[in-house]
């Protein structure tokens, strides 16, 4: 196994963070822990992340929109979202709130849902409780409030 060469110059350390960026954009916390694998200075880490948020190119909160409106435009409910997250060491909790507590955020995550149990029942025979428990099973699994899985399964008469 090759040998990891340390950074010392911050100019190196601050290419290496950019090539890094573009390539896994990442939270503050998580290039942190990437760039402490590359240089053992901690100013020199800490410098390097100031330039990039004073450059606007680490942003945690912008992450967390877009990440929130992909995994929203994917068909991910609320509990997979925040899960994912965590995942990404986003702790951007007020963002959060915010942005999947919003009416249009709901609004969205339902329309996910009813697309989604509609592409279901397709596939799926629904008139057996095996079908009834699959389909919700999935649901939840994607990260939708159980509350609501089985509301709409309801009003679309499944259950």
Do not use: H, W
């Not at 060469?5 to 990437?34: G, H, Q, W």
């Not at 877009?66 to 963002?95: D, T, V």
């Not at 996910?112 to 699959?134: C, Q, W, Y």
């Amino acid at each position: 196994m090759a040998r990891q060469i340390k950074i010392t110059d911050e100019r190196e350390l601050f290419n290496y963070a950019c090539r890094y960026l573009e390539r896994y954009p990442s939270s503050v916390l998580k290039l942190k822990t990437k760039l402490k694998q590359k240089c053992d200075d901690i100013s020199i880490i800490d410098s390097v992340l100031q330039r990039l948020q004073s450059l606007n190119y680490l942003n945690d909160l912008e992450l967390a929109e877009s990440l929130i409106r992909a995994l929203i435009r994917r068909g991910y409910g609320r509990n997979r979202i925040i899960m994912k997250l965590k995942e990404k060491k986003l702790n951007a909790s007020s963002i959060t709130e915010k942005f999947l507590s919003s009416k249009d955020a709901r609004d969205k995550e339902r329309s996910a849902l009813i697309s989604l149990i509609e592409k279901k029942t397709e596939r799926l025979n629904l008139k057996a409780a095996s079908g009834k428990k699959k389909i919700v099973d999935f649901l939840i699994r994607r990260g939708f409030d159980p509350a609501t899985v089985y509301e709409v399964l309801r009003e679309k008469g499944i259950i």
